[in-house]
T-cell receptor
Framework: EDQVTQSPEALRLQEGESSSLNCSYT??????LFWYRQDPGKGPEFLFT???AGEEKEKERLKATLTKKESFLHITAPKPEDSATYLC?????????????FGDGTTLTVKP | NAGVTQTPKFRILKIGQSMTLQCTQD?????MYWYRQDPGMGLKLIYY???????DKGEVPNGYNVSRSTTEDFPLRLELAAPSQTSVYFC????????????FGSGTRLTVV
């Protein structure tokens, strides 16, 4: 059974204080690891897909990295508008019909 | 280009009532999904479809049913609502290529009292 564990559950940062969010996973043949951002009262918004260990992707102040067991979402010099819940998800390979298994998320609050 | 549209946005049901949550996409994607999200939790897969006429159960299908008669529409039916079905329901769609992730609707917040 595929599993995704995210830590910490909540993270409070001062504006400009860089940090990382963790996503540990177990999956039978990784097809892709996904990061989403979710604002209160809205659906998740897709950020990145990572496929293999060593891969990195960046978008503005966010950088996602991947190892064989974990992914990190690094936030550099965050701003208050980066406050949101960040969800990690995995898809297994094979004929899984694109189904994703999600973690419980990390809620990030950035104070000005 | 609306993407994924869910209706209604909010609904209160009494125990034992039934309802249909609507989901429509204009992205011409074959893959569609229904997830539920309980407070402080991640998303759990209820049902999914890989194309018109094809549906299958996800992780938590009990108490729900789906149909997929067209590419665009993927309604979720709740029969005999129970308090345990109080949740936020999200519909999502994707291409077969995982580069693009899921596109989600804005959700339906359902309360069963």
């Amino acid at each position: 059974e595929d599993q995704v564990t995210q830590s910490p559950e909540a993270l409070r940062l001062q504006e400009g204080e860089s940090s990382s969010l963790n996503c540990s996973y177990t999956v039978s043949g990784l097809r892709g690891l996904f990061w989403y951002r979710q604002d209160p009262g809205k659906g998740p918004e897709f950020l990145f897909t990572l496929y293999s260990a060593g891969e990195e992707k960046e978008k503005e102040r966010l950088k996602a990295t991947l190892t064989k067991k974990e992914s990190f979402l690094h936030i550099t010099a965050p701003k208050p508008e980066d406050s949101a819940t960040y969800l990690c998800a995995v898809q297994a390979g094979g004929t899984n019909a694109g189904k994703s298994t999600f973690g419980d998320g990390t809620t990030l609050t950035v104070k000005p | 280009n609306a993407g994924v549209t869910q209706t209604p946005k909010f609904r209160i049901l009494k125990i034992g009532q039934s309802m249909t949550l609507q989901c429509t996409q204009d992205m011409n994607h074959n893959y569609m999904y229904w997830y539920r999200q309980d407070p402080g939790m991640g998303l759990k897969l209820i049902y999914y479809s890989v194309g018109a006429g094809i549906t299958d159960k996800g992780e938590v299908p009990n108490g729900y049913n789906v149909s997929r008669s067209t590419t665009e529409d993927f309604p979720l039916r709740l029969e005999l609502a129970a308090p345990s079905q109080t949740s936020v329901y999200f519909c999502a769609t994707t291409r077969r290529n995982p580069n693009y992730g899921y596109t989600f609707g804005s959700g339906t917040r359902l309360t069963v009292v």
